[in-house]
């Protein structure tokens, strides 16, 4: 906020700091003077303005008596209201300079980790300057922003934000971070089709970091009912999505199905088959419809986790 010169700097780069602490300091000596030469103005016009008043005071007196002209009284109360004027100006001078002498001790604005420290000790500082002496950044609690698509909006406006989880984990990494939904931007981004969001998360643990790349899910709800294949199970054809379902005498049946959504190479199906059918995962190219297959392996769909639903479908691989 002003310019000056760094005398000292009180913190050690990638420290944590917390709102306040002082971080740097500039030299203090011409804005110490600054001060003293605003105050002693301050008290020679309060000096002047005391005198001013006083004569005022007894020109107002002698023009009782007749004693002193109207315009001459009126001379005198004038200076005297001059004078007061300067007082007002002189303290305001002289908070202006206290004000100034305040800012070179510079404190963090905020807690949280200190970046690089990027000027020594010695360095000439501008007052606002587009230059950082340093960066912090807030990592307790911290702050995720994703998007998802404009589709998913009314689902999430439905629910609102109350209680919904956020779950943010770095790549490859498992026990993502918990937090909570805490903003909807106020507008569809038209050039992507989606709208921002952000969690929030204490971050105790630091897991999180500040610009890291992370993989978000957020949970609307659960369905413990929900059947789901492997996305490759299912086909497109004329009539639409289909399903080759192998029935217990060994042919291939082409069973329509209708999906809501595709998370984590699982497709839920919405409509058009019940758990416990054995569908083909691999290989429809060689399906003839209606016709016997040769099943090659089969394997049991477990249930995602991250899916939260219980029920699914064995898969198998036919030829």
Known sequence: MVDGQILR?????????????????????PFQAALDQAEGKLAQDEATAAN????????????????????????????????????QADKAAVETAKVNLGYTDIRAPISGKAGAILVNLGNLVKANDTNPLTTINQVEPIYVSFNIPEADLAALRAKGTNHLKVAAAPPNQQNPAQGRLTFIDNTVDATTGTIRLMGTFTNRDQKLWPGEYLNVRLVLGTDP??????????????????????????????????????????????SGITPGKSVIVDGQDRVVPNAKVKVVRTVQTAPSPASEANAATPAGEAE
């Open 9 to 29: 700097v009180d913190f050690q780069q990638g420290e944590n700091v917390r709102a306040g602490q002082l971080l740097f300091q500039l030299d203090k000596r």
């Open 52 to 87: 001013n008043k006083a004569m005022a005071a007894r020109a107002n007196e002698l023009l009782k008596q007749g004693v002193l002209a109207a315009q001459d009284v009126q001379t005198t109360n004038s200076q005297a209201q001059a004078s007061a004027a300067a007082v």
């Open 225 to 270: 009912n929900a059947v789901v294949v492997p996305a490759t199970a299912v086909q497109s054809g004329q009539q639409g999505k289909f399903i080759y379902v192998v029935q217990p005498d060994g042919t291939a049946v082409a069973t329509p199905v209708n999906t809501s959504r595709n998370y984590q190479q699982l497709a839920v199906i919405s």
